[in-house]
């Protein structure tokens, strides 16, 4: 499966920003879907994620009550819907599959990966 991320860019602090994670193929409804981020000289982590049957989200507890997570099966797609953003949330964001994944905090319980998109919140 292919992935392209979309919908970063620049915003205040306080704004919102949804990112868009397109996949390709016809099997998207089985693969766990997630997202993470990888600030400048600190190591990618976990953000959100859902999974393959939708009836799970998951989220990293620095962005809890701020961003959704969502999945949209018809058009491939899985949005991160972040709110109430912070300048820590300043990042690289990529999203990640794994069919019918189960660790789902885990960039390694990612099989396939998608280009980043860069997320700036000034303050």
């Known amino acids: 499966v292919q992935l392209q991320a979309s919908g970063g860019g620049l915003v205040q602090a306080g704004g919102s920003l949804r990112l868009s994670c397109a996949a390709s193929?016809?099997?998207?409804?089985?693969?766990?879907m997630g997202w993470f981020r990888q600030a400048p000289g600190k190591e990618r982590e976990f953000v959100a994620a859902i999974s393959w049957s939708g009836g799970g989200t998951y989220y990293a507890d620095s962005v809890k009550g701020r961003f959704t997570i969502s999945r949209d099966n018809n058009k491939n797609t899985v949005y991160l819907q972040m709110n109430s953003l912070k300048p820590e949330d300043t990042a690289v964001y990529s999203c990640?599959?794994?069919?019918?994944?189960?660790?789902?905090?885990?960039?390694?319980?990612?099989?396939?990966w998608g280009q980043g998109t860069q997320v700036t919140v000034s303050s």
């Open positions: 193929g016809r099997t998207f409804s089985s693969y766990t």
């Open positions: 990640a599959a794994e069919r019918y994944g189960e660790g789902v905090r885990s960039l390694y319980g990612y099989r396939y």
